[in-house]
C-alpha cells in the first residue's frame, strides 16, 4: 500500500507544470526521484542531497524519506527499508549519518549500521570513510589509537624504533639515548575501548616471556640493525619499562590511561597508573580530555593529533 502511495505522488508531481525549489521555478517533467520527508519536497537523486535537506522535519521522517529514495534507486528492498527505519531512526543523528552512507554508492546500510553501534570513535571513521566494514574499521580504529600512542611518547622525549614484524610485535618500542648510548628501554601495547591481553603460545602478551620472543623475531627480520642486539642486556634482565596504554572516546572527551606492566616468565602483573607519574614516562599527563574544551596547551596539542588521525583517514580511501 505505501508503494502505491507513493507512485500516485510521483505521478502527481510529475504532472505538475512547475515545482517551487529554493524559491525559483523549474519545469519538471517525467519526474522519477522525489526526497518527501514531512512537508519538505525535492526533485533530486541521493547523490544530490546534503545535510541542509534534512533540515525541515523530524528524524524519523528523514529516515523514512531517505530510505524509500534508496529503494527507488534500487539500493536497497522493501524488506531492508523497514529493518533499516527502525534501526536508524534509534540513533542519534541517525538521518544525518544514514545520508552520509547512502551518498556513497560502496556503502551499504547494514554494514554501516554495525560499525556505527560499536563505538564512538567507530563512527568518527566510518563517517569519514562510510564504505569500510567492520573488520576494516577495526583495523582503522587500531592504527589510528596507536600512532596517537606513539606522538604521545615520542612527544615525551622516547626515540621510537620498528616493533611489529608483519601484523605481530610492539606496538611501541622506545629507547632514551644520551649520545647515541641507550640509558632506557619501553614497551607499550596500545588497546582501545575494553581490549585486554591477549594469550599467544609464547604467554600473555607483554610478559616476559612473550616481550624476550618478539625480540628475537625482531632480531631475525633486521639482521644488519645492532640496536636490537643493544636492546637485548635489557629485556634479559627483566630492566625495561612496559606499559599499557587505552585510549577510549566516550561522550565528549578522549580518555586515556596509562598502566604500569610488570612480568616474571608468561603471566603479567597490570598496576593503573592514570594520574600519576608512571616512572617519568611523560609530564604533563591528562586522564581525560574534553573533545571540545581543551584546558590547557598540552591537551590542545593532543587534540590536534588525534583529529590530525581522523582526517588522515578521510584522505585515505581503502584499508
Given amino acids: 500500500m505505501q508503494g502505491i502511495f507513493r507512485f500516485l505522488f510521483v505521478v502527481c508531481v510529475a504532472l505538475l507544470p512547475t515545482l517551487s525549489l529554493g524559491g525559483g521555478g523549474a519545469l519538471i517533467r517525467n519526474v522519477e526521484f522525489v526526497f518527501k520527508a ?44 523497514m529493518r533499516f527505519s527502525r534501526s536508524y531512526a534509534s540513533v542519534a543523528n541517525g538521518d544525518d549519518m544514514l545520508l552520509i552512507c547512502l551518498r556513497n554508492v560502496k556503502c551499504h546500510p547494514d554494514n554501516f549500521f554495525q560499525v556505527l553501534n560499536t563505538s564512538r570513535l567507530h563512527a568518527e571513521v566510518v563517517r569519514r570513510n562510510p564504505a569500510l566494514g567492520l573488520v576494516q574499521a577495526h583495523h582503522v580504529v ?23 614484524v608483519g601484523r605481530a610485535g610492539f606496538d611501541g618500542l622506545f629507547v632514551k639515548l644520551e649520545d647515541g648510548v641507550i640509558k632506557d628501554v619501553l614497551i607499550v601495547e596500545s588497546k582501545y575501548n575494553t581490549s585486554s591481553l591477549q594469550s599467544t603460545n609464547f604467554g600473555i602478551q607483554m610478559s616476559e616471556d612473550w616481550t624476550r620472543r618478539k ?19 635489557f629485556i634479559e ?9 587505552n585510549l577510549k572516546v566516550e561522550k565528549d572527551a578522549l580518555n586515556i590511561s596509562v598502566s604500569k ?32 574544551a581543551p584546558r590547557n596547551n598540552f591537551e ?20
Avoid: C, H
Avoid at 215 to 233: A, G
Avoid at 300 to 316: C, P, S
Fill in 300 to 319: 590542545v596539542q593532543v587534540l590536534k593529533w588525534y583529529n590530525d588521525e581522523l582526517t588522515a583517514i578521510t584522505m585515505r580511501p581503502s584499508w
Fill in 215 to 233: 625480540l628475537v623475531e625482531l632480531k631475525l627480520r633486521f639482521p644488519s640493525e645492532d640496536i636490537y642486539q643493544k636492546i637485548e642486556p
Fill in 237 to 245: 634482565a627483566n630492566a625495561y619499562r612496559a606499559v599499557l596504554w
Fill in 142 to 164: 587500531g592504527a589510528l589509537n596507536e600512532n596517537l600512542m606513539i606522538r604521545y611518547f615520542e612527544n615525551s622525549g622516547w626515540t621510537r624504533l620498528e616493533g611489529q
Fill in 38 to 81: 514531512g512537508d519538505y519536497v525535492r526533485v533530486t537523486r541521493l547523490a544530490g542531497l546534503t545535510s541542509k535537506d534534512l533540515r525541515f522535519a523530524s528524524k524519523v521522517d528523514n529516515v523514512n524519506g531517505l530510505l524509500e529514495l534508496a529503494e527507488m534507486e534500487r539500493r536497497i528492498d522493501p524488506i531492508q527499508m
Fill in 261 to 292: 606492566i610488570k612480568s616474571k616468565g608468561s603471566t603479567v602483573d597490570i598496576a593503573n597508573a592514570a594520574g600519576t607519574d608512571v616512572e617519568g614516562l611523560s609530564s604533563p599527563f591528562t586522564k581525560s580530555i574534553m573533545l571540545n
